[in-house]
């Protein structure tokens, strides 16, 4: 919807149903979006970003494609550490120099890597089972 649009002097008027403006007919426009499996792991790890948000909304990363609680946490505590996606290429950057995961459950070492948001090109490690990892991280929260 285009609220309060005037168009400049010599360019054509906007019609609802219409682009570009003065144009006879809408154009089809198709938004292709890259695979996302989240499954189980990526379900939890969207919850656990959820619960997080509940005691400290400030810390979430956010986006459009992932949801909005689907690009993790800068979140660490003694059970648990996620990270969201970087890109800041600083030197002393852990997550972009590929020293942590975006999630490691310290106990276990069960880890998981995503690529922007959870669910893209993401990959588990580890033996343990995801609900008791993430039932452990969920008591951490003491929420």
């Known amino acids: 919807m285009v609220m309060n649009y005037k168009p400049a002097p010599g360019e054509p008027e906007l019609r609802p149903g219409t682009w570009p403006p003065g144009g006879d007919e809408m ?15 990526g379900e939890l790890l969207v919850e656990l970003t959820r619960r997080i948000a509940e005691t400290a909304p400030d810390i979430i990363a956010h986006g459009l494609l992932g949801g909005e609680f689907g ?14 996606e970087c890109w800041c290429d600083a030197e002393d950057c852990p997550r972009c120099a590929g020293e942590v995961p975006n999630f ?3 106990t ?7 690529y922007k948001y959870i669910g893209r090109s993401m990959k588990a490690t580890g033996d343990a089972e995801p609900i008791d990892v993430f039932n452990d991280c969920f008591a951490s929260l003491r929420i």
């Open 27 to 41: 154009m089809d426009i198709e938004v292709i979006l890259p695979e996302q499996k989240t499954g189980l792991i």
């Open 71 to 84: 690009y993790g946490a800068n979140f660490e505590n003694e059970t648990f550490m996620m990270r969201p």
């Open 104 to 106: 490691l459950h310290k």
């Open 108 to 114: 276990t070492g069960f880890e998981v890597e995503w």
